[in-house]
């Protein structure tokens, strides 16, 4: 039983790490991909391809299907005034 216990602690240590690792990473990508997915969905009318539609229903938390221009044209609106 010792050494189970001395695994699970080892891998839960390691797995600290790792997340300790990618957070930063991970962060930078998702900004990335917000501003990706800005210049996509600005001047163009809906619908979008599928990821570009599952991100907006991410972001409005919202299903795909009950998304309105009304709300995209706010998400773009909102991202450009916060960058201002």
Do not use: C, F, Y
Request: zero cysteines; a positive charge.
């Amino acid at each position: 039983m010792g050494l189970r216990r001395i695994g699970s602690t080892q891998r839960k240590t390691q797995r600290a790490k790792v997340r300790k690792r990618n957070r930063p990473r991970k962060v930078k990508e998702r900004a990335r991909r917000d501003a990706r997915m800005l210049t996509v969905i600005s001047g163009r009318p809906l619908p979008h391809t599928p990821w570009v539609m599952s991100w907006l229903s991410v972001k409005l938390d919202k299903p795909s299907t009950a998304i309105t221009q009304a709300d995209v044209d706010a998400i773009v609106s909102n991202a450009h005034a916060h960058a201002a």
